[in-house]
T-cell receptor
Framework: EDQVTQSPEALRLQEGESSSLNCSYT??????LFWYRQDPGKGPEFLFT???AGEEKEKERLKATLTKKESFLHITAPKPEDSATYLC???????????FGQGTELSVKP | DVKVTQSSRYLVKRTGEKVFLECVQD?????MFWYRQDPGLGLRLIYF???????EKGDIPEGYSVSREKKERFSLILESASTNQTSMYLC???????????FGEGSRLTVL
């Protein structure tokens, strides 16, 4: 069964304190790993798609990396506006649906 | 930017009422989805559709139905709302075969 586990559940950082969020997955035939950002009371906003181990993608202070078992979302010198819940999802061969993790709630204090 | 518009951001309904949640996309995308999101349970797929008049059950279809009469509109229907259907409902579309989902703003439904 396809499964996604995100850790930690919550992360508190000081402004400028770099860190990483983890997304561990098991999937039959990875067809894509997706990262989303979700602000309170709003729909998830698409950030990145990664398709194969070794692939990396960057956007401003965010960098996503992928191995055969997990993905990391690295946040460099975060700012308070980076505070949000970050969701990870995978798409496998089983019907092509996205399977979402529970999310990591990130809080960045000034 | 492509947009997904959900008709109501906040709704309050009574147990037993029929509820319609509407979702409209402004491009010609075929694949549309309805999810619900609950604390501790994450995003769960209710129904999806790959074309007009076509629908497929997701992981939690019980108590819900959908309608897709036109390509741009995908409606979620609660035939008889119950308190355990209080949730955030999210509509999404996917573009081509890449799999990325693009979500609407969400509809927060409270059933009393």
């Amino acid at each position: 069964e396809d499964q996604v586990t995100q850790s930690p559940e919550a992360l508190r950082l000081q402004e400028g304190e770099s860190s990483s969020l983890n997304c561990s997955y098991t999937v039959s035939g990875l067809r894509g790993l997706f990262w989303y950002r979700q602000d309170p009371g709003k729909g998830p906003e698409f950030l990145f798609t990664l398709y194969s181990a070794g692939e990396e993608k960057e956007k401003e202070r965010l960098k996503a990396t992928l191995t055969k078992k997990e993905s990391f979302l690295h946040i460099t010198a975060p700012k308070p506006e980076d505070s949000a819940t970050y969701l990870c999802a995978v798409r496998g061969n089983q019907g092509g649906k996205l399977i979402f993790g529970q999310g990591t709630e990130l809080s960045v204090k000034p | 930017d492509v947009k997904v518009t959900q008709s109501s951001r906040y709704l309050v309904k009574r147990t037993g009422e029929k509820v319609f949640l509407e979702c409209v996309q402004d491009m010609d995308h075929e694949n549309m989805f309805w999810y619900r999101q609950d604390p501790g349970l994450g995003l769960r797929l209710i129904y999806f559709s790959y074309d007009v008049k076509m629908k497929e059950k997701g992981d939690i279809p019980e108590g819900y139905s959908v309608s897709r009469e036109k390509k741009e509109r995908f409606s979620l229907i609660l035939e008889s709302a119950s308190t355990n259907q209080t949730s955030m409902y999210l509509c999404a579309f996917s573009s081509g075969n890449t799999g990325e989902l693009f979500f609407g703003e969400g509809s927060r439904l409270t059933v009393l």
